[in-house]
C-alpha cells in the first residue's frame, strides 16, 4: 500500500476536483485541508509519510510555506497548484518542486503527481498505470 | 656784407650730421591749415622733431597744439621752456614768448621789440642754424610779411635746407613769396608733400658715409670750379676747400646725387645747376649795422673824422666790396648822412658797392626790404633814412643817390682807388690763404694813404700789419699806412695786363693833377683879384685873395654870410643889384666905378659878376683907382641915403627872417607830419601783426566752432530724440533748456527759458524736485527719488544732478525724470508671477537645483534642500546629493546627468533616495542644460513621486489580487463541472445547470468589483442580487441587519442562495407564481450569523430527497467551505432552512 497524497485547497470545489484526479490517479487523498493549521495537524499525524503533496499555496490563514518547508525536509515531492504564487518565487524556495499554474489540465495535474511519487514507491506500477 | 652767424669747426659739422634733424616750421596768417596739411602725412617714425613758430597773440591762449594733434600721428605738445627734442615730437610756441634752441634743448626767450616789429620765426631760425648746423631745416608756411626770410638766410649760411611752403598754395603768399625771393629755398612745394621732401632730403644724407664721399667730392672740386668760370665767369678755386667741398654737398643732397663725379656731369652738362650752385656758394647773410658796436666804432673813428676833415671840393670814396644785398652799404650810408647832418655840412660822399651776383645787386639797388630788417636800423636812423610801406620799407632816395652799385669782381677785376674807406667784412673767410695775401694789398693800393679798411669780426690783416695798423683791433678797423701802394699786382682771377696799366695810367694823371690844383690855388691866393664865390641868395661860399678891403667881416658872426650885408657901404648896395641881374639873366656883369667906403677912406673898384654852371656866382673885384683918404664933411652927405638903404636891407633881413622861420616852421609842421605818418605806419604793422595773430586764433576759434556745431548738433539731436524728460536749470532754478519730452511733464514753452521754474506749473503731486534741485544747486550730492503725477497714473524716477562747468563748479542743476510706470507695473507683474511660480513649485513639492559640472558645485532651493536633507548653511556639493541616492539608482542618475552635460541635452531620472530616518522615498528629476552658458550649467527640479509608486504598487498588488481570482473562478467552475458530471447522464441538462450557477456566481462577482472596499461584501446585497431574477416570482421579504462579509464568503454563498432559490422555483414558493411568500432574513450573534430561509412550502411538490442531487453537494460543499452548519426543517407548510455561520465570516474592521 502506498501512502497517501496530502491536499491542501481552501476552496473545497477546486479541493473535490483535485481529490478526484488524484484518487483517479490511484493514490488515497489525505485531507483536503482548507487551512495550515489542518494541513500541518495532517503532516503530524501522518509523521509526513505521503507519496506526494499537492499544495495550494495562499490559504485562509496565510500561506502554505510553513508546511511545505516541513514536507520538504522530510523529501516529501512538492506539488504546488496555485493560481497566485510566482514561478519563481517558488522555484527558487523549493527547486525540485513541480509547479501547476491554476486551472490546470487534470492530465497535467496527475502526471505531475505520478512523477512526484514515483521515486518514493514502486517505479514499474506507476508506470504501468500512467 | 658776407655774415656767418657764429664760426665754426669742422668738428661741429661732423658732430652735427647724423644727428636728429630739427626741422623749423615758421607760419602765420592762415598757417594752421598749412600746418595740418603738412603734418597729417606723417607716419612713425619720421625720424625728424618739429618746432613751430607762429605768431601768437600774446593775450591769448593757444589752441594750435590741441587742434593739431587730431591730425596727426606725432606727439603736438607746447613748449614750456627746457625741452631736450626728441624725435617725431611737435613742439608749438607758447604765446608772448620767443624761442631759441641751445644744445637741442628749447629755451623760451622775451621779446625786445614791442609788438609789431617781433621776428619770432627769424629768432627761431637763427638759433636753430646756430645750434645744430647741417641738422636744421627750415619751414616757411603761410603768413603775411616778411617773418622767416633772415632766418632762413642763417639756416642756408649752416647749410641746413630750406622749404617753402608753395606761394600758391598758401592762404597768404607774403612770407613764402619773400623766402622764395630770397633765391635760396631748396625746394618749393605744396604742404603735403613738404614731409615727405624732408624725410628723403635727410634720408639721403643720412645714408651717405661722410668722409669718403667728401673726398670725392673734394677730388673734383677744382674740376668744379674750373666748369663754373667756364659757365659763369667767376672763379671759386680761391675759396676755401671747406666751404666749397660743403656747398656742394649740399647740392648734391637736394637733387639726391651720391657721387662727386655725378654732379660733376650735372654741372658740365645743366647750366641751370651751374647757376644754383653759383648762388649757393654765394649765399650770405646779412643784415643792417650787423654788428652794431664795430659801426659805432666805425662813426665816431672814421666817419665823423673823414666828414670833419674833407676837402672841400673832394667827395669821400667808399668801397664796399662783396656788397650782396646791399644792408652793408647802406647803413655805411646812413651814417655818413647822419653825420654830414650833424656837421651841417653838404653829403659828399660816394659809395661804391660790389659783388658778382648780379641778382644781389639787382635787390640792392631797389634798396626795399621787408619789414621785419627794419628793427636792425637804430631808430633815428630809421625814421630819418627809411620809408616805410605795408610790408617792406625802402631806403630814402639820398640814401640811395650815395651808392653805385655794380658788378664787380674783387678777384679779377681791378680794383677803385683813392679810396676813403674800404669795408669788406665777413667775405674773406671765405677765401683761403692765398687770396686772402692777394686781396690785402690789393685794399693797400685802393685806399688813399691813412684812409680806412674795415673787415668782419674773425677777419684779419694776416702778415699784412706793415701795410695796415689798428685803430681799433676789436672792431677790426684799420688804417692805411703811409707807403706807396705797390702796385702792379698779379690780379689773383685775372691775367689781363691792360687793365692794370690802365690802372697804373690813372694814377699817373692823378698824381700830375694834385700839383696842378696846388698852383692854381698858390696862384688864385696870392696872384689874382680878390674874388668871392656865393650862393644864388649872396651867402659866401668860398673867399679868395684879401678881401678886407670891400667887406666887414665882423667878430661875431651875427649877420651870416651874406655878402651883401657884409659889404662895406658904396659896395652893399651894388653887390645885391649886381647879383640878382647876373642870376636872372645868367651872364657876366659888371659895375664900375663903384666907390668902396671904409673907415679911412674910399676905394673905387670894378666888380665883375660871373654866373657859374652849378648856381653860384663868382664876385672879382679889381681896384680901378688909388684909395682915396676919407673926408670927414662927407660923411654928412651920404648919410641920409645911406640910411634909406640901410632901412631897406633891414626891411629886407626882417622879412627873409621871417620867411626863413615861417619855412622852418613849415618844415617843422612837415616833420612832425612825417614822424606821425611814420607813426601811423608803425601802428599800421603792429595792427597787421595783430590782424596775423587774430587771424589765427579766429583760424582755430573756426576749427573749434566747427567741433562746437557739431556737438551742438549731437546734443540737439539727443535732446530732440530722447524720451528722458530733461530740464536744466541756472542757479536760481531759472529754466535755461529743456527737452520735448520734459513738457509733457512741465508745460514749458519757448518763451519760459530764464523763468524759475518755481512758477511753472507742473503735473507733478508735490515740489520735492524743486527742494531738490536747490539743495543740489547749493552743493549737496546728486539725488534720487520716486514722484508721482498729480492723477497718479504716471511714476517718473527723478535724478537731480549738479550743472558743472567747465572749470568744474557748479552752475545750476539737471534734473532729468524717467517715466517708470510701465517699469513698476511690469516689475508688480513679474513680482506677482513669480510668486505664484514659487507657490506652485512650493505647492508641488518640487525643489529646484541648479548644478555646474565643472566644480561639481550646486545650488538647491530650500524644497530641495529638504528633500537631499542638506542644511541651508551648507555649501552643498554632487556629491552630497549623489551619496543619498540609492546604490542600485547611482549609475543611472549619472549616466543621464553626464549625457545632459556632453550633449547638452536633457537630464530625467527617477531613483531612490534614502532619508536619514531609513524612509526610502522616490524622486524624479528633471533637467536641461543652460543652452551657451559657459561653464556649462544645468538646471532642473526634482519632484517627490513616493505616493504614486505607493498607488502603482497597490494596483499591481490588486491586479494579482485579481488573476488570482479569476483563476480561482476557473478553477471553481471546473471543479462543479466534475461534480456536475456526476450527476447528469444529459448532456443539455447539465450544461443548463452549469450555465445558471455559473450566471449567479457571476452576479455575485459584480458585487465584489474592485471598486469600493475589496474584501467587504454586504450580505443584503448577496441576498438581494440573487434573489433580483424571482423578484417577480413571489412576495419575498428581506430582512436582516447590515453586515459585512469577508469576500472569501461570497461565492458560496452565492451558489446556496442559488440552490435554494432554484428548488424553490422547482418545488417551492418561487415557483407559485407570486402566491405564495418567502422570508430571508438574519440575525447577528456574537457566535455568527444565523441566516434563515423561509418559503410557504403550499402544496410543494415532492423534493427528491433520496438521491443526493447536484444541487445538494453544491449546497454541503458550499456549506462546509464557509464552515457552516445548515439544518433543514418541513412543518407546517413552512419550508425553512438555517444555516449558522461562523464568526470568522465576519469582516471585521
Known sequence: MTNPVLLVEDELFIALDVQATIEAAGFEVEGPCMTLVEAQAAVARHGAAFAAAVLDVRLADGTVFAAADQLHAAGVPLIFHSGHADDEDLRQRYPQATVCPKPSAPAALSEAIRRSAAPNGEDTEERAVG | ?????????????????????????????????????????????????????????????????????????????????????????????????????????????????????????????????????????????????????????????????????????????????????????????????????????????????????????????????????NAIGHDFSGYKRSTLVRRVERRMHVLGIDTGRAYLARIRSDAKECEALFRDLLINVTRFFRDADAFEVLRTRVIEPLMADRASDEDIRIWVPGCSSGEEAYTIAMLFADAARKAGSPLAVQIFATDIDEQMLSIAREGSYPAAAMADVPPHLRERYTVPHAERFTISAPIRDMIRFSSHSLVKDPPFSRIDLVSCRNLLIYFDDRLQQAVLPLFHYALRPGGFLFLG???????????????????RLFERGPGAPNYPIDLPGSQRQPVSRRERDNRGDTTSLGSEALATRRMVERYAPPSLIVDQDGGIISAYGKLSRYFEFPVTRTGGSSAVNLARPGLRNVIGPLLRQARDERRRVVARDVAVETDYGTQPVEVICDPLGDGTLLFVFRDTGPFVPSDPSELQDLEPSDDHLESLEDELRLTRHRLRSAIEELETANEELKSSNEEMMSMNEELQSTNEELSTVNDELKSKVDQLTVANSDLRNFFESTELAVVVLDADLKVRSYTDAATRIFPLKPADRGRPLTDVASRLRDATHLDDARAVANGAPPTQRRVHSVDGQHVYSLRV?????????????????????????????????????????????????????????????????????????????????????????????????????????????????????????????????????????????????????????????????????????????????????????????????????????????????????????????????????????????????????????????????????????????????????????????????????????????????????????????????????LTSTDTDGQFRLDVQLPASVILHD
Not at chain 2, 187 to 196: A, C, Q, R, S, W
Request: net charge negative; aromatic share 4%; glycine share 10%.
Open chain 2, 1 to 229: 656784407m658776407h655774415d656767418v652767424v657764429k664760426p665754426r669747426s669742422d668738428d661741429a659739422q661732423d658732430a652735427a650730421i647724423g644727428g636728429l634733424p630739427i626741422v623749423g616750421i615758421g607760419a602765420s596768417a592762415g598757417g594752421l591749415e598749412a600746418l595740418r596739411e603738412m603734418l597729417a602725412p606723417a607716419t612713425l617714425p619720421t625720424g625728424l622733431a618739429f618746432v613751430v613758430v607762429q605768431h601768437l597773440d600774446p593775450n591769448h591762449e593757444s589752441m594750435l597744439a590741441q587742434l593739431l594733434d587730431r591730425n596727426t600721428v606725432l606727439e603736438v605738445l607746447q613748449s614750456a621752456g627746457g625741452e631736450r627734442i626728441v624725435p617725431d615730437t611737435v613742439y608749438i610756441i607758447p604765446p608772448g614768448r620767443g624761442l631759441a634752441i641751445r644744445g637741442g634743448v628749447l629755451e623760451l626767450t622775451d621779446f625786445e621789440q614791442p609788438r609789431g616789429l617781433r621776428r619770432p620765426i627769424d629768432d627761431f631760425f637763427v638759433s636753430l642754424a646756430g645750434d645744430q648746423q647741417s641738422n636744421a631745416a627750415c619751414v616757411i608756411l603761410s603768413g603775411t610779411g616778411a617773418d622767416g626770410t633772415t632766418g632762413l638766410r642763417a639756416i642756408k649760411e649752416n647749410g641746413g635746407v630750406c622749404v617753402a611752403q608753395q606761394p600758391e598754395s598758401a592762404r597768404y603768399d607774403g612770407m613764402p613769396l619773400s623766402a622764395v625771393g630770397t633765391g635760396m629755398t631748396d625746394f618749393v612745394k605744396p604742404p603735403g608733400e613738404i614731409l615727405h621732401c624732408l624725410q628723403a632730403f635727410f634720408q639721403r644724407r643720412g645714408s651717405d658715409p661722410v668722409e669718403p664721399e667728401a673726398n670725392v667730392v673734394a677730388d673734383h672740386v677744382d674740376e668744379m670750379c674750373r666748369v663754373l668760370r
Open chain 2, 457 to 475: 669780426p674773425s677777419e684779419s690783416v694776416g702778415r699784412f700789419e706793415h701795410l695796415f695798423l689798428a685803430v681799433d683791433q676789436q672792431a
Open chain 2, 801 to 1125: 544732478l549738479p550743472y558743472r562747468t567747465q572749470s568744474g563748479g557748479v552752475d545750476g542743476t539737471t534734473l532729468v525724470l524717467n517715466e517708470i510706470t510701465d517699469a513698476l507695473v511690469l516689475e508688480r507683474q513679474l513680482a506677482a508671477e513669480r510668486e505664484r511660480l514659487d507657490l506652485a513649485i512650493k505647492a508641488a513639492g518640487i525643489g529646484v537645483w541648479e548644478y555646474c559640472p565643472e566644480n561639481g558645485e550646486v545650488m538647491l532651493d530650500p524644497v530641495e534642500r529638504q528633500l537631499f536633507e542638506i542644511g541651508a548653511d551648507t555649501k552643498a556639493s554632487i556629491d552630497m546629493l549623489l551619496n543619498r541616492i540609492d546604490p542600485d539608482d547611482l549609475p543611472k542618475v549619472e549616466a543621464s546627468l553626464r549625457r545632459a552635460n556632453e550633449r547638452s541635452g536633457d537630464f530625467e531620472a527617477t531613483f531612490r533616495l534614502h532619508r536619514s530616518d531609513g524612509e526610502v522615498r522616490w524622486i524624479k528629476g528633471f533637467g536641461r542644460a543652460i543652452a551657451g552658458s559657459a561653464p556649462q550649467r544645468l538646471v532642473g527640479v526634482s519632484i517627490d513621486v513616493t505616493p504614486e509608486y505607493a498607488l502603482a504598487e497597490t494596483r499591481e498588488l490588486m491586479l494579482r489580487e485579481m488573476n488570482h481570482r479569476v483563476k480561482n473562478l476557473f478553477a471553481v467552475i471546473a471543479g462543479m463541472m466534475t461534480i456536475a458530471a456526476r450527476s447528469h447522464d444529459d448532456v443539455r441538462s447539465f450544461a443548463d445547470d452549469l450555465r445558471h450557477r455559473i450566471a449567479a456566481l457571476g452576479s455575485a462577482h459584480s458585487l465584489a468589483s474592485p471598486a469600493g472596499r475589496p474584501h467587504a461584501v454586504g450580505l443584503d446585497d448577496i441576498v438581494a442580487t440573487t434573489l433580483a431574477p424571482y423578484r417577480d416570482h413571489a412576495r419575498i421579504e428581506i430582512d436582516g441587519p447590515v453586515v459585512a462579509l469577508d469576500r472569501s464568503c461570497l461565492s458560496p454563498l452565492a451558489l446556496i442562495l442559488h440552490e435554494w432559490a432554484t428548488n424553490s422555483m422547482k418545488y417551492g414558493a418561487l415557483g407559485s407564481g407570486g402566491e405564495r411568500s418567502l422570508q430571508v432574513r438574519w440575525q447577528v450573534g456574537d457566535d455568527g450569523i444565523v441566516l434563515t430561509w423561509t418559503e410557504d412550502a403550499g402544496a410543494m411538490r415532492d423534493r427528491e430527497p433520496g438521491k443526493r442531487g447536484f444541487g445538494s453537494v453544491l449546497v454541503e460543499t458550499s456549506v462546509r467551505q464557509l464552515r457552516g452548519n
